[in-house]
């Protein structure tokens, strides 16, 4: 059985070019000297800012989309 490349078959989103720059930059906040706890929420902080700055680039949530074009949550069910 020949192996396949499990990447062979994606492309790429429209998001990817951004994701990529803001993902290329992990890590280049200074946190030196600092205890590992404050290295995490730095790091976090980082991460943070990075997915606000992504989040208005990417596609709308699906099933919010459905919801509001149903006329919103008060005309809605909620499945569970």
Known sequence: MASRSPNRNLQPSASAPVLMSLLSNIGTTNTTGLIPSEQCRAMKRSLL??????????????????????????????VS
């Not at 800012?49 to 074009?69: C, F, S, Y």
């Open 49 to 78: 800012e990075k997915v606000a700055e992504l989040g208005p680039r990417l596609p709308p949530n699906t099933l919010d989309q459905l919801i509001d074009q149903l006329g919103g949550p008060q005309y809605v069910s909620e």
